[in-house]
């Protein structure tokens, strides 16, 4: 075996679906949704181990899951779900991730792609010039610790209120861009590090990226989504920023420094939890929301900043929202479990919810659909839009993938790929990247990723995300 | 004794060693600091940090540092380049000096240290740190 192969006796359940029989420690199966040639990437590295870890977690519901886009994380594998009672279960901030309402959100614009050909340059060039991206470039948004506060409390409410979203914004972000949050639970050194990045990128594989709509899998889908061939959309990927980042570091030290017994039996220290009626892990789950609420606002300001671009660029573009989701969050939902409705707090760690038609929680505009669900895929390989799909109440706590899951680490990536090559490559393909740093770019090479096709494929097969449309890029940033 | 970063499917890792703690987390900044994109910039300025974490693990220290080097980028908006560090592992505590400069272009927003494949040991007069940082 490679370093860091792991290899489990995984019994096939039926076609993408394997299982880790519960033994020893666990309280539950781990269940893995992928193909064979996904699984071959899965075992590659410890994402095995780490979904049977998250299955020795008290009170886990039903089983431990890793989606088709699976690969290691720390604690949970991302692509990881786990679901717990939401009275008498627990919370853990490693089942979330630092990157609190890490998600996605796709603007379609009243643009063709031939309304843009010819001016990419000065697109991209003017995107970069307006969203910072990367280490302390601070946030399209100008706000102090009041304004803060006041986002933190009513995410997309707050912007609207401000001036700085729409009505139907609010209405097409997943729990209409709110939780029910407590900024006062949220610490003063998050406060210190967010109050300077509302409308930022970050670094890593965030990304912000015009893109056009490619092929059109499910008419009556994307026409609900307001999307056609060739089409112009843009595409949104970042989270809470340092405020996040910070809530959650701190959180995951306390709940250490709260229940020192219960994190000496830990096969793995991220897995920290903390039963949900505790106070400190109520404390948690309010400054989680408003965490949340600020990714929510983050996004929104970028979208700000998306719209004023395009109209400078083109003159009178009408840019809307199509869609915002989360996919690092933990949520109270009700789910049926053995035939009974039951509250449960499910944790989404790199999982996206596809909620399918029927449920409530699917904005009016797309009821008889389903939810959008954003699918990044790689610079060079596209992404997806799905829809809710049929099976993915049954079988996965209503989630699918939430992109194509990485193959290769940075330091390889850096070895492998030169980020002129890279650049010269896609542009090519005519895709324009702008980055500051070549290593970046390097970093979130297209070669690094896996194979988004496979993983759609899948999600699709097994029912829980289905096909409506692919993109493909234009113009990328990066920080 | 060194640093060096290494391959993480995800993030980034960091392993560093010294003939002290103190030594082996001065090594471990400069590793972070190269995960930042900051190595090799000028410092231009100094910043103070003390970290201690009474009745815990020297990991827990490990990982407050980490936090705390973070911490100081975004709130000062500067890169750490490299550090003096005084340290005890018994009880757990750190004294850093940062040497640090401008922020620049295309540099590496780091968010969290965290405890995944955290080594802190030590062995015949050395010291190993290892650390993944989500990024």
């Not at chain 1, 959309?233 to 809530?247: E, K």
């Not at chain 2, 600091?33 to 201690?52: F, N």
Request: aromatic residues 6%; charged residues 30%.
């Amino acid at each position: 075996m490679t370093p860091g192969m792991t290899d489990f006796d995984l019994r096939r359940v039926d076609e993408n679906i394997y299982e880790i029989p519960q033994d020893g420690e666990m309280n539950a199966p781990a269940r893995v949704y992928a193909s064979e040639d996904l699984l071959d990437e899965i075992r590659q590295d410890k994402t095995l181990e780490q979904v049977r870890n998250v299955a020795t977690m008290p009170g886990i519901v039903n089983h431990s899951i890793v989606l088709p886009d699976g690969h290691q994380g720390y604690g949970f594998p991302i692509g990881g779900v786990a679901a717990f009672d939401a009275e008498d279960g627990i919370i853990s901030p490693g089942g979330i991730g630092y990157d609190i309402n890490c998600g996605v959100r796709l603007l379609q614009t009243s643009l063709d792609y031939d309304d843009i050909r010819g001016k990419e340059e000065t697109l991209v060039n003017a995107l970069y010039g307006a969203v910072p991206c990367g280490l302390g470039k601070g946030g399209y948004l100008e706000i102090d610790k009041d304004d803060l506060r006041g986002i933190l409390e009513g995410g997309i409410e707050w912007m609207v209120e401000n001036g700085h979203a729409r009505d139907e914004d609010l209405r097409r972000c997943e729990e209409n861009g709110r939780l029910p949050g407590d900024p006062s639970k949220v610490p003063s050194e998050a406060l210190d590090r967010g109050v300077n990045q509302v409308g930022s990128l970050g670094s890593g594989n965030h990304f912000l990226e015009v893109q056009r709509v490619a092929d059109v899998f499910d008419k009556d889908a994307s026409e609900a989504y307001g999307l056609h061939e060739n089409g112009v959309v843009v595409m949104i990927h970042s989270g809470s920023r340092g405020l996040g980042h910070q809530t959650c570091t701190e959180y995951l030290r306390r709940f250490e420094k709260t229940y020192p017994d219960r994190t000496d039996e830990l096969v793995d220290r991220e897995l920290v939890h903390a039963p949900i009626a505790d106070e400190i892990a109520q404390d948690y789950r309010d400054a989680m929301y408003a965490s949340a609420n600020f990714a929510w606002a983050n996004r929104q300001a970028m979208t700000q900043a998306v719209r004023h671009t395009l109209d400078r660029v083109f003159g009178g573009v009408e840019t809307s929202l199509v869609y915002d989701v989360c996919h690092n969050i933990a949520k109270k939902e009700t789910h049926t479990v053995d035939g009974e409705e039951r509250e449960l707090l499910v944790h989404r760690k790199g999982a996206t919810r596809a909620f399918p038609a029927g449920r409530d929680e699917v904005p009016d505009v797309y009821a008889n659909i389903g939810q959008p669900v954003l699918i990044p895929g790689s610079m060079g390989a596209g992404s997806y839009v799905l829809k809710g799909g049929e099976r993915s109440l049954e079988r996965s706590f209503g989630s699918t993938a939430h992109g194509a899951g990485r193959l290769m680490s940075r330091t390889q990536a850096k070895q492998d790929f030169w980020g002129g090559d890279v650049q010269d490559e896609l542009r090519d393909e005519d895709v324009y990247v702008k980055a500051e740093s070549g290593a970046t770019i390097a970093e979130e090479a297209p070669g690094v990723y896996k194979d988004i096709d496979e993983v759609i494929r899948v999600s699709d097969e097994l029912g829980i995300g289905e096909k409506v449309a692919r993109t493909r890029p234009i113009a990328n940033i990066k920080g | 004794m060194s640093y060096e970063v290494l391959g993480h499917t995800a993030d980034a890792k960091l392993r560093a060693t010294g003939a002290t703690l103190a030594e082996a987390l001065e090594y471990a900044t400069r590793g972070f600091a190269e995960v930042v994109g900051a190595d090799g910039l000028e410092p231009t300025d100094e910043v103070r940090v003390e970290v201690e974490t009474p009745g815990e693990d020297v990991e827990a220290l490990l990982f407050d540092y980490l936090a705390r080097l973070i911490y100081v980028q975004d709130v000062e908006g500067v890169a750490v380049v490299d550090a003096e560090v005084e340290s005890t592992a018994e009880p757990p505590r750190v004294e850093a000096t940062l040497s640090v400069a401008p922020v620049r272009g295309g540099l590496l927003d780091i968010k969290a240290p965290t405890y995944n494949e955290m080594v802190v040991e030590t062995d015949d007069g050395s010291w190993t740190v290892e650390a993944v940082l989500d990024i």
